[in-house]
């Protein structure tokens, strides 16, 4: 069974940082987009950031570009999201998803495993 595992979620006062892993477990990966969703409380889910599985292909949504930085290590079947300059508004649930087709799919929302998610609390 294909599980995605989230962690290093948390709570932080704006302006702080937080890492992001998610481990993808029972199979490989590496041929897979990965990347983050967040979804706000009464709010649709987002688009965060999506890497292929090159590492050539990076993608953001507009509310984090320049703030967050997304990565991959294909030997440990691993994401990361590094946060930076946290603002309340980034307070959500962040999901990790894989995508076996590519990046445009994938930011759409068309995800073939997704994680259980983990909070993330910016507080001002």
């Known amino acids: 069974q294909v599980r995605l595992v989230e962690s290093g979620g948390g709570s932080v006062q704006a302006g702080g940082s937080l890492r992001l892993s998610c481990a993808a477990s029972?199979?490989?990966?590496?041929?897979?987009?990965m990347g983050w969703f967040r979804q706000a409380a009464g709010k649709e889910r987002e688009f965060v950031a999506a890497?292929?599985?090159?590492?050539?292909?990076?993608y953001y949504g507009n509310s984090v570009k320049g703030r967050f930085t997304i990565s991959r290590d294909n030997a440990k079947n691993t994401v990361y999201l590094q946060m930076n300059s946290l603002k309340p508004d980034d307070t959500a649930i962040y999901y990790c998803?894989?995508?076996?087709?590519?990046?445009?799919?994938?930011?759409?929302?068309?995800?073939?495993?997704w994680g259980q998610g983990t909070q993330v609390t910016v507080s001002s």
């Open positions: 998803a894989v995508n076996s087709a590519n990046i445009g799919n994938f930011q759409l929302g068309r995800c073939d495993y």
């Open positions: 029972a199979r490989t990966f590496s041929r897979y987009v």
């Open positions: 890497i292929s599985w090159t590492g050539n292909d990076i």
